[in-house]
């Protein structure tokens, strides 16, 4: 095949059957993906997950800093003044069914109440989302809070 075939667009097929005979001077390019490519690729969706939960981090950090007193104040004044309020009649709690509610929403094995195999489900479940999934995006976040508590 000279380079005139080329141009004028004659091409031959890429894979011959086995029993073909080789063409005396053939040179075969086969475009093989570089090793490096997945992984800079994997690498980069990887780091720019971890950068921007760490930057989610380092904000959730200075603002918990800053706002953290007020909002732990505010928590706190509301809540004596509902008991202030349920003291005197105004509010009044089923805490048999608040109790119940909780109770039914926190049993994750479907047993009928609340104990330590229902935390180790929950652990379970954090852990395998974070194994497969959040990995990244958790450590990003705890290494930026970190940070933030740390530095700001």
């Known amino acids: 095949m000279s380079s005139k075939d080329l ?4 091409r031959e097929p890429l894979l011959q059957p086995p029993d073909a005979p080789l063409p005396a001077a053939t040179l075969t390019l086969v475009q093989v993906e570089h090793w490096s490519r997945p992984a800079a690729r994997l690498l980069y969706s990887s780091l720019s ?16 800093r800053t706002l953290g007193q007020s909002v732990a104040i505010a ?13 005197y009649g105004f509010v009044n709690f089923q805490w048999r ?23 180790g489900v929950a652990l379970r479940r954090i852990a395998l ?10 450590l990003g976040f705890c290494f930026g809070f970190w940070l933030g508590w740390t530095y700001l």
């Open 129 to 138: 989302w974070t194994i497969s999934w959040g990995m990244p995006s958790a």
């Open 49 to 64: 997950n971890v950068g921007l939960s760490g930057f989610f981090g380092l904000v959730t950090a200075f603002g918990l």
């Open 75 to 87: 928590l706190v004044l509301l809540f004596i003044a509902v008991q202030v309020l349920a003291y």
């Open 97 to 119: 069914a608040v109790s119940s509610a909780m109770a039914r929403r926190l049993d994750l094995n479907s047993d009928g109440r609340f104990d330590l195999q229902d935390v």
């Open 7 to 10: 141009e004028n667009g004659h």
